[in-house]
């Protein structure tokens, strides 16, 4: 079983300098960092590392090839990862944002949950989360960490910046959807597309990683980074939900939500310029579901 680690970066040079030694040293088959459009020092960094295979100023000599995809401009998370998940050779593309920090062993245990052909997707185990246990409240999506385990467990959806995929089946389904640039839900929805078409989302605790959460979101200001999740989060509603009393549950509670808080007009309009995109990949999503709505929730009751 071959890994490829995909690393998507933007303006992140001293992040990578902390961090990708410790990525190095894995034992991956591949490393690809996907540069968006940097405008700091990454992209001579990168180059330098990938012409000459080895930094010295890292102290860093590696065996695993270092690919890296330069884009000519901004694209935005899902963007980048398509492409360096396209351009990785691994039956495994194991996914980590510029800030998060492998421990050496951290595939061992993945060797073992790939096993499972069913199995699409692993969260690895970062030691403050757990799996994510999904709920459907009041017509709306929430989602919240569930009680720690020592063995692995099914989770609603696995981390787009700390998370194994297997390449066939995220070709399949055509990998992480751009509709929810710049990001935020895009991890949940492929893993939600997944379940749908009968396949499993697990979180393994013991493939450990350290997430410090510097990276790219956190340059952001908080009030914009909470209106496009909530925007996303009804993009992901009317894209992904066909139950029909979902659907009538979650019309209701909408009217009602933007009655009583005029401020949720603000994402809901957002929201509403993107349908006649949603509504295609809806009906996607009609002809390929195997698994109904209702039976993927309450695996997480």
Partial sequence: MK??????????????????????KTGADEVIVVDDGSTDGS???????????KSKSLNLYSSIPLKVIFNKKNLGFAASVNKGVKAAKGE???????????????LKPLEEDFKDPKVFAVSLGEPQWSWAKGKWIRGFIEHEPGEKTKA?????????????FRK???EKLGG?????????????DLSYRAWKRGYKVIWD??????????????????????????RNRLLFIWKNITSPKMILEHKFWLIKKLLINPGYWQPFLMALVKFP???????????EEKVKDEIIFSQFD
Wanted: no cysteine; aromatic share 14%.
């Fill in 3 to 24: 890994f490829s680690i995909v690393i998507p970066n933007w303006n992140g040079e001293e992040l990578l300098k902390k961090n990708l030694p410790a990525v190095l």
């Fill in 43 to 53: 992209g001579e960094f990168l180059r330098d590392i990938e012409k000459n295979k």
């Fill in 92 to 106: 495994i593309v194991v996914l980590l944002n510029n800030d998060v920090v492998p421990e050496e062993k951290f």
């Fill in 152 to 164: 692995p467990h099914i989770s609603f959806w696995a981390s787009g910046g700390s998370g194994a």
């Fill in 168 to 170: 066939e089946i995220w």
């Fill in 176 to 188: 992480m959807d751009e509709l929810y640039h710049p990001f935020y839900w895009e991890d949940v």
């Fill in 205 to 230: 605790p013991r493939s450990v990683v350290y997430h410090k959460h510097e990276g790219t979101i956190s340059r952001f200001s908080k009030k914009y980074v909470n209106l496009i999740a909530e």
């Fill in 277 to 287: 995109f949603v509504l295609k990949k809806k009906l996607k999503e009609y002809r």
